[in-house]
């Protein structure tokens, strides 16, 4: 037998990567080569020694909860709870006492209690508002709101950047603001594509009824649209323009339908297709996607090749890292990158 | 094929955990934060700030927790986040990565071990301690660790073919150690 064939079995033996054939070997070889039974013995022995798997104590996960205690008092609905039928009485009288409390609160105290949220480069954050409705934060977005007021006199936030909403139906409307637009909702889900960048604001409606209110400096010059849903309104962005031309014919605002695209056989619009952290391309060029790359991870693309800047893609890319995304775009395609600082550089 | 026990079970964490459930958040940070911290600790040599990486590298499960589903190799995405989160640390205070297994060297300094271990344990772990980086780095994953091939491969970034060569150089070098005695 070679020796390098005893340090492969003994490799799979201890890592346990090993075949009922190849043990058989390994036991041939131990029990016919009396030093190698004595390598086995010992590296056997040696190799036993793991490190106990020890778990972490309460007080060390006390400590832990304590330091993050803000980011676990913002769980989501869905937590379980079970409430022992024989204390439902007192618990009825003790939630009426903290009612008349809240109503009393609410009514002696209009403090202003802002709360903002926000994501980095290449972040993705779901927050869950007061009223239970949420919004899930695509990379450079923010939202902010009063905690004092929102979800008790109104459901009023500010919003930067692209965020979808899945908006709880109460009698309280859920208004949006973004920039110069307003945007008036019961109950429904709905995204806001407004990163700073971009020549216009995307509004995406998916389920339900929306309102916008295009601010136009006073109530007359104001300007109302209705969306349905799989509808999208994109608002050019130029409140001056808009002024003027509210009332008449409007070139600056498009209504469009959402394109559905498969995508692991459940049917998504492109639009929320970063939900799932994926970038779905239907038969569009280099040069139209480039934004939202530079949008999520918060680097410039130049594209110097005229070329380059016209291929065509059609196919969902996860979105990981920019160098994965841009290295599975150039192996369907070839082109070459260079990554500078804040800014990504495209030659052929 | 078969999930093994251990990845399945991490499979339903993770699943809980993308909804929001406290306790099975809890149950990750007990399970993960000794190992992660003790990994942490062999790289840097910083037993502070490797309980801070462990640390930091759980709270962002829980944080990143919608993109949880995204995540295949939970396990190794720990150990590669503290891996990487280390590689930022000693970069910052301008230190060259050493593959870890620091624990042994401790052992091999305290009279107690020096009773215990025989002179060819001692050999052993002189070997394990001499070889090359690559080599350790795989060597501590899958012994001293206990992932699999898999999870190494992800956690380095190579190919599980490559841990499973880089192992048995190991082995080879561990042996011509026992030969020699």
Redesign the interface.
Known sequence: MNSLLFEELLARQFFGTITPEEKEQLEFIITTDPQKQYQYRVLEEWMQKKQGADTATDELWQAHYQKHKALFDDVPQNRRTIINIKYIKWLAAAACVVLMIGVGWVYFTTKKEMVFYSTANNEQRTICLPDNSMAVLNANSSVTYDAGSFNKANRTLQMTGEVYFDVQKKKVPFLVNVENITIRVLGTAFNVKAYKNQKEIETSLYRGKIEMVLKGGNQKTDKKITLLPNKKVSVLRNSETLAETAGQKNTDIKVSSLTQDSYNGKAISRDTAWLQRQLLLNNQSFASFAQDLTNRYGKKIIIKDPEVAAYIYSGSIPMVSIEKVLNALSSIQSFHYKIENNDVIINK | MPKDLSTHGSDILKEKIF????PAY?LL???N???LK?YAAKLIRNPQAAEEIA?DV??SI???R??LP?ITFFRAYLYRSVRNACLNFLRAEKRPLDEGLS?DIADLSTPETLLLNSE??LR?QKAVLGLPPKCKACFSL???E?L??KEAAQILGISPKTV?AQ??I???K??DV??TA
């Not at chain 2, 909804?19 to 406290?22: P, Q, T």
């Open positions: 909804n929001g459930d406290l809890e940070f007990k399970q934060y000794p190992v003790k640390s759980l709270i829980w944080k990143k919608h993109e995204q624990d060819l344990n052993i899958v012994k001293e206990g699999s091939y499973d192992l048995i190991a082995l080879r561990i042996i026992l030969r």
